[in-house]
């Protein structure tokens, strides 16, 4: 299944090894308060204009604040074809792993 939810300490784990790569479609802002390390950021608004910029055959954690706007970011990309699109589950707020703030 191409689109699948996961729980912020498996994500962890697996942002840990390399296994997957990070969008984040939260608004700049948030972007600017803390986000994961490497995260590609692609507002929500601004997904269906420009998702052809990510590679459909790779592993996507898609992340918000809660985890409402990355499911429908991740429902989307799935109906585009993307092999493996997981959302995080309760979002950022969830998140234990490495954050960075700033640009």
Do not use: K
């Amino acid at each position: 299944m191409p689109y699948v939810e996961m729980h912020a300490v498996e994500a962890v784990g697996e942002f840990s090894r390399g296994a997957l790569l990070v969008l984040d479609v939260r608004t700049i802002g948030e972007w600017h308060s803390g986000h994961i390390p490497g995260a590609i950021h692609i507002p929500l608004h601004e997904l269906q204009a420009r998702y052809d910029e990510l590679d459909p055959d790779e592993r996507f954690l898609v992340v918000c604040a809660h985890g409402i706007r990355s499911a429908a970011a991740g429902q989307f990309l799935a109906s585009q074809g993307f092999v493996e699109v997981i959302n995080l589950r309760h979002g950022m707020c969830a998140w234990a792993g490495p954050v960075v703030t700033g640009p």
